[in-house]
């Protein structure tokens, strides 16, 4: 069986700079994965290689066996390929539901024509009040999305994503800057995703990365260090040097 997502040398350079190097790596189908590394270590450079914001300077990224690397970021999204983003990139003007409903649609309708009302398609209705359900929105859905908790609109953004109906989806930093009493409802959403949708965190908050990923891909300099399972990874002191050297820098 192919891998959920693949890359094989992949590399991206800026100028003289080069911010991912040879990257190699695998999502096997229904994977916790996470990719953790440094500030600097290229994994923003990396997600949106995967995700068509980039083109690469070479190599090739696969989904699901087909080779997506010259595919635009919209079509890897149909294709079953979404993501969220270390910074918030909800309307703040357009309450949840009104968010769902677009997400939904939009993913529905194929050749692109836009939201319509909420009740025009029933099967929409059932898509937004499972995604309110399971990402504890169905409170809050009628309320400005700038009203809500900053934790609420994490969720929202993970809601949002999952409506696409991934295949893949690729977490960017999903809890920073949520306090810690909403934390947990974010690791509880994250924990119960569908076994058949494969997932990428990236993340540096280590409590999340070993409390949810079963294998860790170690991004250093743009290049893999090392990749393994979560318990092994805790203890390789390679691993241990990279963060404590970036502690005491």
Known sequence: MAPALETRGLSMSFGGVIATNDVSFR???GAR?????PNGAGKTTLVNLLTGVLAPSSGSIFLDGVDITGMRSDARVRHGLSRTFQINQLFGTMTPL???C???SEHADARGRGWRPMGAKSENVAVVAGLATRFGLADVLEVP????????RRLLEIAVAFACRPRVLLLDEPAAGVPEAERQEILAAVASLPRDVSVLLIEHDMDLVFSFADRIS?????S?????PAEAIANDPRVRAVYLGEANA
Not at 218 to 222: E, I, N, S
Request: hydrophobic share 45%; aromatic share 4%; charged share 10%.
């Open 33 to 37: 994965q996470a990719l953790i590394g």
């Open 218 to 222: 170690v991004l250093v300099g743009g």
């Open 145 to 152: 999305t700038s009203t809500l908790s900053y934790g609420k």
């Open 98 to 100: 009104e968010t769902l």
């Open 27 to 29: 999502l096997e189908q």
């Open 224 to 228: 893999l260090l090392t990749e393994g």
């Open 102 to 104: 677009l997400a939904a």
